[in-house]
């Protein structure tokens, strides 16, 4: 099993004629069994195809010419558009909006969460790299290249999110070559407003049968690890979470960014250091490097298959 995405969904490109977006449309169509990239939308583009997927010029038109919903698109229009790009999915009853693009208004990304919410959509970024089911699918840029996430990532119980998209793919990485493969890695996007929080995607993965464990990369900035230990106190979490807090350094310099846009510490609660404490006391393992976090997830997993 996985979360999101399987071998049977179906997705769009918004945006599909760019540069970048020719490139994520051929790695997806190559990696696992081929992706089912049923349509692409550019306006103005209509009768061309990228890689044999063929180009129209809205949304509209995709699920015409498809014959049946579609479940999920992948926006990488320029930062200018995407909201009226996410609408547009969203009034289209697309259920599963990745949004590659970065630089996004926050007032834009706000209006795009709270009409998915209202229609019962999910977002996963923006300014992520998507969704990757091991030799099944992958839905965004996420791995790069076929041959180079067939490399990074393999089938197993191990679930992963992250912040960032270049560390979703090192952390899983990591996890193969100690033999961990995963079920389901996210990059959920490193900006201050996201669409779907580590707290948010953790009852899918909880209720995900193959998922037996859940390794999650995290910045300071933001509130999302005060939610992710929340939900993990509040409802006892029935797998063992392995962490790895990065920019710890970020405490000796205030007011000081770090790589992603939603890493801005506003307050104490924002810090590294109170982060990981508080993910401590939810009982969350948080590694000092990541490359401990194979063997520290083996041996949560094997103190549960033994109690």
Known sequence: MSILVDADTTFI?????????????RECLDY?????????????RKGRNVHGVP???TIADCVEAHGKPIDGSVVTVPPAFTKDAVF?????????????????????????????ALRGARIIGPNCLGIIVPDVIKMGGIGGPARNAAQAYTPGPIGVISRSGGMTT???????AAGLGQSTAISIGG???????YAELMPLFDADEQTEGIVIYTEPGGRMEAELAAWVTET???????????????DEMPGMSFGHAGTIVEGKEDTATEKIARLADAGITVAEEISEIPELMQSKLQAGSTA
């Open 191 to 197: 900006d201050a407003i996201i669409g779907s929080t």
């Open 236 to 250: 006892g979490c029935r797998m063992p979470i392995v962490a790895f807090m990065a920019g710890r350094f970020m």
């Open 55 to 57: 180009v129209h010029d």
């Open 13 to 25: 490109v918004q945006g599909i004629t760019g540069r970048e977006a020719i490139n994520l449309t």
């Open 170 to 176: 090192e952390m899983s990485s990591t996890l193969s």
């Open 88 to 116: 547009e999915a969203i009034e289209n009853d697309i259920k599963l909006i990745v949004v590659v693009t970065e630089r996004i208004p926050r007032r834009d990304v706000a209006q795009m969460v709270e009409l998915a």
């Open 32 to 44: 696992g069994s081929g992706a089912k990239i049923v349509g692409g939308v550019t306006p103005g």
